[in-house]
């Protein structure tokens, strides 16, 4: 189910959503529930909620029905988290 979910993102939502300089990853599915992670200028919109409901969890789930619910993910990338440490670190 992950590679049929990430295949509709690549397909339909990622299009969409790289006009606003964005894009959309899986991080989890589980539970019939795919939590979703956005990217690049969406990652820190103000609207990131409104675009996951009317956007991504509309698309996915008219494609796949299977899919009970999609949530978005506001949890810190780990890649961000080392890149903020070294900086603190003054290692860059």
């Known amino acids: 189910m ?3 979910i990430q295949s509709v993102l690549e397909e339909k939502v990622n299009p ?3 006009s606003h300089f964005g894009g959309a990853n899986l991080i989890s599915f589980e539970n019939n529930i795919a939590k979703i992670r956005l990217t690049g200028a969406c990652s820190s919109c103000p609207s990131a909620q409104f675009t ?8 996915i789930m008219e494609e796949l029905p299977e899919v009970e619910d999609v949530v978005l993910d506001t949890s810190v990338s780990e890649d961000l988290l080392k890149m903020a440490h070294k900086i603190l670190n003054k290692e860059l």
């Open 16 to 18: 969409l959503l790289a």
């Open 2 to 4: 992950k590679e049929k």
């Open 52 to 59: 996951i409901e009317d956007v991504v969890k509309t698309i």
